[in-house]
Nanobody, 124 residues
Framework: IQLVESGGGLVQPGGSLTLSCVTS????????MSWVRQGPGKGVEWLSR????????HYADSVRGRFVISRDNSKNTLYLRLNRLNTEDTAMYYC??????????????????WGQGTQVTVSS
């Protein structure tokens, strides 16, 4: 299983970014997928989960209404659109393949794989 994130960078408060996660080595269309993040000096935070298509999505309270998870099964790619960013969103963002369809876990043992991460820095 390979998960490769991209799209991170430096953005001003209030700005937006779209993160991508290109996957391989498993049946992406038959897999729930998640995004998690870890800020500087902070623990891992679960952000969002998506079902087999774009009809089933779940979000953490901290990002609901600002972040949008989506997928393109024809491209084996997962996305996370980050809107109205603030400094508290500064973190390394990871896509992950959960072992459970209902998982909001932050433990790596509860995932088949994590990507290497993409850094998002929100600063003026």
């Amino acid at each position: 299983i390979q998960l490769v994130e991209s799209g991170g960078g430096l953005v001003q408060p209030g700005g937006s970014l779209t993160l991508s996660c290109v996957t391989s080595g498993f049946d992406f269309g038959d897999s729930y997928m998640s995004w998690v993040r870890q800020g500087p000096g902070k623990g891992v935070e679960w952000l969002s989960r998506i079902g087999y298509d774009n009809s089933v999505t779940h979000y953490a309270d901290s990002v609901r209404g600002r972040f949008v998870i989506s997928r393109d099964n024809s491209k084996n790619t997962l996305y996370l659109r980050l809107n109205r960013l603030n400094t508290e969103d500064t973190a390394m963002y990871y896509c992950a393949k959960p072992k459970s369809r209902s998982s909001t876990s932050v433990a790596r043992a509860d995932y088949f794989a994590w990507g290497q991460g993409t850094q998002v820095t929100v600063s003026s």
